[in-house]
């Protein structure tokens, strides 16, 4: 068995959607983001910090 991971940088709307569609498309995958600012931070310096919720909901968390 071959461990594939991918590191995604950025946890805005184009690196959770990368990762999301990484994590449907491959079973057996590892993704690991990496970034300054997650969505739960209600920092000025993420731009969509709500984006969360719909990213959730497409992976079945939600």
Do not use: C
Request: glycine fraction near 8%; charged fraction near 15%.
């Amino acid at each position: 068995m071959v461990n594939k991971r991918v590191v995604v940088v950025g946890a805005g709307v184009s690196g959770l959607s990368t990762a999301t569609l990484l994590l449907q498309q491959e079973k057996e995958i590892k993704v690991h983001l990496v970034a300054n600012h997650f969505p739960e931070d209600l920092s000025g310096e993420y731009t969509s910090p709500w984006y969360v919720v719909n990213v959730l909901y497409h992976i079945g968390i939600l």
